[in-house]
């Protein structure tokens, strides 16, 4: 449903990240890993045309992305930074509701399917009971699952996240990957998402890219790319790695980081 | 489905309405002749003397629109760019865009004064030069709110400048041009009210126009791109609703600052930063706010009448340093 082909993508001419093919089907959760700096963002930004790539086209269920109108492609995808900022008054609900815009023309209103929409997103990220509360008044975790109830309400295919754990605590870090699995699950959403846990990685998503220097570097099904050597290339760190144990595929035990001549 | 908190937010902009109607007929009466209430009624039924007639439909009457509609326009221009270029204190003033705007009549005044009745245009074109110059030099990978103060000083000094070397070329018609840099709205009669309300009106309904827009671009360029934006043609109409209102205000009474930074900045304590709301009340209390400022400038060392804008500067500017200071809000 989404195909990503020979990308370029770069800020001011200068190429952060190349070569970059990309074939996603629907209902798969996909999850970019990598070293800061690598590209995680760059790439995902620009798959959700959030950035215009240097070179390289993105289908989107048959279209050209870049030729598609914002609307459009905004009931179909759905893409959060990783920080967002939004006025300080305004309460979870509004900033849900304006996930409405795409479905609305510039002279409607919010109609009462829309405040379904609303109410269900809001529903789904737990944030009922505190739905009128400012934007400035709550915690980082609950602000995380106001912008993801926005993206809901736009009721969209594919959801885009860049890091949406990261800053929480452990907590809130799980009650929003199980938040992602149950939505892939029950609605058959399409997601590709940037973490920074290798173990949430591999719980969590039908394939890893592995990514460094703004290059592919592996592909797959975590179990079977993610290997000592592999994780020795990319973050230069010695990784005991059990298979098959405590109901998980594969759990990753970081142990040391390399000698720097190593 | 409105709740509370938003029906309480209608009744606020509903009594500022009634209120600056009060403050309409109120301020009738005040100047450097006195008027009482009675003689005001017995005016408009007709059946005042003559001199008060003359007063109060020649003099007070269209002052009073224009300061009403000014202050309007230049509060709402204010709240607009601030959204444009995300930066709670930006204003027609501070950015240049004023002084552009003035520059342009202040040059049509002295050399094409046959072409009285395209003032408002004019303005706008010069407004419009100055806001350009000033994206343009704050551009660095988006607008950095700080360089836009920066390049607004610079775009500023640039316009004053070119402002002296016209009022020293033409010293003999130097007397309006300082008219023009303070900003006054003394000795505006409806002539200038038929030439600026027209085009306010127009201004005043695009604005409405851009409210939703406002509200996208408040949650930032990557938030209202997903949400189907297209971020720059939205920041460029706002950005030429903004201009417009303040150019046709510059053309009306000149540079009159600070107004379009202190008035927002009040709304969102009342209102919130919500711009279906933000509008309406900057444009209610823009009008109560410029109508007060002026009825002081009127007032206050009467005989002599002081220009407006040095009025709005001495309330205006302590404001903007204190928010300079603070730069936090909670509404
Ligand atoms: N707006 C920008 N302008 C210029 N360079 C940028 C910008 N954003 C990121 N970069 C550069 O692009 C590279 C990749 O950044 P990013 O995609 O954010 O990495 P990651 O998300 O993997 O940590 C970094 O070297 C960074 O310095
Ligand atoms: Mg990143």
């Known amino acids: 449903m989404l195909k990503v082909n020979d990308f370029k993508v770069g800020y001011d001419g200068k190429m952060i990240v190349k070569d970059f093919n990309l074939h996603v089907k629907k209902g798969e959760i996909i999850t970019i890993i990598g070293p800061n700096g690598s590209g995680k963002s760059t790439v995902l930004k620009a798959i959700g045309r959030l950035l215009k790539p240097m070179s390289g086209t993105i289908y989107l269920d048959k279209q050209l992305l870049w030729k598609m109108n914002g609307k459009e492609i905004a009931k179909e995808m759905a893409c959060l930074s990783q920080h967002n900022i939004a006025p300080e008054d305004m309460t979870i609900r509004k900033i849900v509701s304006f996930g409405r815009n795409p479905h609305k023309a510039w002279f409607e209103g919010v109609s009462k399917k829309d405040e379904e929409i609303i109410d269900w997103a809001i529903e789904k990220t737990n944030l009922k009971s505190m739905q009128n509360k400012k934007m400035i008044h709550i915690s980082g975790g609950e602000s995380q699952r106001a912008w993801i109830a926005m993206a809901l309400a736009q009721q969209p295919k594919i959801l885009l996240l860049d890091e949406p754990t990261t800053y929480l605590d452990i907590n809130n870090q799980i009650e929003i990957l199980e938040l992602v699995k149950e939505l892939n699950e029950k609605l058959k959403l399409t997601v590709i998402m940037v973490l920074h846990d290798l173990n949430q990685a591999a719980k969590y998503s039908d394939e890893v890219i592995v990514l460094k220097n703004g290059e592919i570097k592996a592909l797959g099904k975590p179990e079977e790319i993610l290997n000592q050597n592999l994780i020795k290339e990319i973050y230069n760190v010695e990784m005991n790695i059990l298979k098959n144990q405590f109901g998980e595929k594969i759990i990753l035990i970081p142990k040391k980081i390399y000698a720097k001549d190593a | ?331």
């Not at chain 2, 360029?221 to 934006?229: E, S």
């Not at chain 2, 205000?249 to 709304?267: E, M, R, Y």
């Not at chain 2, 444009?283 to 040095?310: C, K, M, N, S, W």
């Not at chain 2, 903007?320 to 809000?329: E, P």
Request: with cysteine; proline share 4%.
């Open chain 2, 1 to 331: 489905m409105k709740n509370k908190k938003e029906k309480r937010k209608i009744w606020i902009i509903c009594f500022s309405l009634i209120f600056l109607g009060i403050l309409i007929v109120g301020t009738i009466g005040v100047g450097s002749i006195d008027i009482s209430v009675g003689e005001i009624i017995d005016t408009f039924l007709g059946k005042g003397d003559e001199i008060n007639d003359s007063i109060i439909m020649d003099m007070r009457l269209p002052r009073i629109l224009l300061a009403v509609f000014v202050g309007a326009s230049l509060s709402i221009s204010g709240a607009l760019l601030q959204s444009v270029m995300r930066n709670p204190l930006a204003d027609p003033g501070i950015t240049g865009v004023s002084s552009g705007g003035s520059l342009a009549a202040i040059l049509m005044m002295l050399y094409f004064p046959q072409f009285y009745r395209l003032l408002p245009l004019m303005s706008f074109l010069g407004a419009m030069l100055a806001c350009g110059l000033v994206f343009i030099l704050s551009w660095d990978n988006g607008i950095k709110p700080i360089r836009v103060i920066l390049s607004g000083v610079a775009i500023n000094a640039m316009f004053a400048g070119a402002t002296s070397l016209l009022a020293i070329m033409n010293s003999d018609k130097i007397q309006g041009v300082l008219l023009w840099i303070n900003g006054s709205i003394a000795y505006r009669g409806w002539r200038e009210v038929s030439y600026f309300l027209p085009y306010c009106i127009v201004g005043l309904i695009l604005a409405l126009f851009c409210i939703r827009g406002a509200n996208l671009l408040a949650l930032g360029d990557d938030v209202a791109t997903n949400l189907g934006m297209n971020v720059n043609r939205a920041r460029i109409c706002i950005s030429l609703v903004a201009v417009f209102l303040a150019g046709i205000s510059t053309s009306a009474v000149g540079i009159i600052g600070f107004i379009g930074i202190i008035v927002p900045h009040v709304c969102r304590l009342i209102v919130g930063s919500d711009y279906k709301y933000l509008i309406p009340m900057s444009t209610i209390l823009g009008g109560i706010i410029l109508l007060l400022a002026d009825t002081l400038a009127r007032y206050i060392a009467r005989p002599i009448e002081l220009p407006v804008g040095v009025m709005m500067a001495m309330i205006g500017c302590p404001f903007f340093l204190f928010l300079l200071r603070r730069r936090k809000y909670s509404a």
